[in-house]
Nanobody, 128 residues
Framework: QVQLVESGGGLVQAGGSLRLSCVASGRTFSSNPMGWFRQAPGKEREFVAAIPGSGARTVYADSVKGRFTISRDNAKNTVYLQMNSLKPEDTADYYC?????????????????????WGQGTQVTVSS
């Protein structure tokens, strides 16, 4: 059974930092892109960041560029999201996802439908 399990969410004041982790089990995604998405109450799930299997580059939503950093450790089957300078508008449930249909090691999809494995999410609340 393939699982993605997120952790690291919580309550933080504006300007603070959190580091989210997502551990995959049941199979390896070392050659597949991994991404982070978020969903605020009453809103659609939106793209946050993604990294290809090679880890050679990263892609970010404009709203988090310069504040968030995605990284991965393929030996640990884990992807991270370092979130700095957090704002109240970053409050959401954060989901990690894996795109097993892409295995060239360098492709970085940004659409929800490109990802076929999802975690259950971890809640991030940023107070003002």
């Amino acid at each position: 059974q393939v699982q993605l399990v997120e952790s690291g969410g919580g309550l933080v004041q504006a300007g603070g930092s959190l580091r989210l982790s997502c551990v995959a089990s049941g199979r390896t995604f070392s050659s597949n892109p991994m991404g982070w998405f978020r969903q605020a109450p009453g809103k659609e799930r939106e793209f946050v960041a993604a990294i290809p299997g090679s880890g050679a580059r990263t892609v970010y939503a404009d709203s988090v560029k310069g504040r968030f950093t995605i990284s991965r450790d393929n030996a640990k089957n884990t992807v991270y999201l370092q979130m700095n300078s957090l704002k109240p508008e970053d409050t959401a449930d954060y989901y990690c996802a894996a795109g097993s249909r892409f295995s060239d090691g360098n492709y970085v999809p940004q659409q929800r439908y490109d990802y076929d494995y999802w975690g259950q999410g971890t809640q991030v609340t940023v107070s003002s």
